[in-house]
């Protein structure tokens, strides 16, 4: 049977990645461009799946 170690996933990183998408999603969205702001928000999704994964390794 193989032993994993216990890796520390940096949340604070995971928070402000995300906080900053928003934050410039929302700014997309003012402007009206919806497109612009999906595009972030599914972008910053991957980016955070990413650095989550990494930190597991």
Same mark, same amino acid.
């Given at each position: 049977?193989?032993? +994993? /170690?216990?890796? #520390?996933?940096? +949340?604070? *990183?995971l928070?402000y =990645?995300? &906080?900053?998408?928003? =934050? $410039? !999603?929302? $700014? /997309? *969205?003012?402007?009206?461009? !919806?497109a612009?702001a /999906? +595009?972030?928000l599914? /972008?910053g999704? *991957? #980016? =955070? #799946?990413? @650095? &989550? @994964?990494?930190?597991? #390794?």
């Amino acid at each position: 049977m193989r032993k +994993y /170690e216990k890796k #520390e996933v940096d +949340y604070q *990183l995971l928070y402000y =990645t995300l &906080f900053n998408v928003v =934050t $410039d !999603a929302l $700014d /997309e *969205l003012d402007k009206g461009d !919806a497109a612009r702001a /999906e +595009y972030l928000l599914r /972008e910053g999704q *991957l #980016e =955070t #799946e990413d @650095i &989550f @994964i990494k930190s597991l #390794e």
